[in-house]
């Protein structure tokens, strides 16, 4: 049931769904693994991670695009909870990092333009991930990239496809009002706050922002512009800011990619006040970020949260 890259470390039985990475060679390049069963729109499978000594990446790849270690090219979640396109990082802090005992759905949709990825981990939807440009119509395969010997993984393909396909989050039920995802409305810069013309640089486009809650009192914060940025953040009541509360927030990471000069405006201006935020004000139809020389007003945003990853291809 699982085909070699090439490496000939993938050890399998004939039609077993089971296999166990043998013999791996000396590197830091993955050992890839493609289940011989194509998919069909609709179709789900999980992958249990049965051992693991440091990191893998699961999802989907063609039969062009699998290939030995790096230039394994497609659409996969994994390692400290990124999403990968084989040898590149595409979106940081998708989910948490896959350990030994995790349980990985994938449910893919194919159409005649597009291979849209939903993942799950340990039964958590965490939403769509890809919506993929195919560049010819191909089947697609489930793939496993591994690290280390003696990593063991197992597929298996339920009778029953999960209803949600929607970004659930962290820990079930929400827990903050502020949990969700925000379109960017309005956009106040500089020290007198002046506003900021966002509708004009955003080009008939939105800027999103989502809020997860990842413990008491802590948040991470993704802002999709025309790059991905995430950043942690920690809240807690300050009698001396009410009604607001306090508002610490760390330094921002993003991908890298250039986009067209009003979004990149924006995105640039977000970048640098994201780490000045001190306060924030949340209500059932509105969020307000404030810092010394920002002020960010936000919309609930009907969609996908966070954003799928749409600038990839699928060889």
Request: aromatic share 8%; with cysteine.
């Amino acid at each position: 049931m699982w085909l070699d890259d090439g490496s000939g470390s993938v050890n399998c039985s004939a039609d077993a769904p089971e296999f166990e990475i043998v013999g791996k060679a000396k590197g830091d390049a993955p050992s890839n693994a493609r289940c011989t069963t194509s998919l069909s729109s609709g179709q789900y499978f999980e992958i249990d991670v049965q051992e693991l000594q440091k990191s893998c990446f699961i999802g989907v790849a063609s039969e062009k695009g699998f290939a030995p270690g790096y230039k394994c090219k497609g659409l996969f979640f994994g390692g400290p909870g990124n999403l990968s396109s084989g040898g590149a990082l595409v979106r940081p802090g998708f989910g948490k990092p896959i350990k030994k005992g995790a349980v990985i759905g994938v449910l893919v949709q194919i159409s005649e333009e597009a291979v849209t990825v939903v993942f799950y981990q340990n039964g958590r939807c965490l939403g769509p991930g890809f919506v993929a440009e195919r560049s010819v119509p191909s089947d697609v395969f489930p793939v496993v990239s591994t690290s280390s010997d003696g990593d063991r993984f197992a597929i298996r393909f339920p009778s029953t496809v999960p209803d949600i396909r929607d970004r659930q989050p962290e820990g079930g039920a929400k827990s903050h009002p502020a949990q969700g995802a925000w379109a960017l409305m309005k956009m106040m810069v500089g020290p007198e706050l002046g506003e900021f013309p966002l509708s004009d640089r955003m080009e008939g486009g939105t800027a999103v922002l989502t809020v997860e809650g990842v413990g008491s009192g802590k948040f991470r914060f993704s802002v999709k512009v025309c790059n991905n940025m995430r950043v942690e953040a920690s809240s807690e009541t300050d009698e001396s800011l009410a009604p607001f509360d306090s508002l610490r927030v760390g330094l921002p990471m993003s991908t890298k990619m250039m986009g067209p000069p009003g979004p990149m405006e924006v995105e640039n201006l977000l970048g640098e006040g994201l780490g000045k935020l001190f306060k924030w004000l949340v209500s059932e139809d509105s969020l307000l970020l404030v810092g010394p020389d920002i002020e960010l007003s936000f919309v609930p945003h009907v969609g996908d949260e966070p954003f799928p990853a749409t600038d990839v291809k699928i060889p």
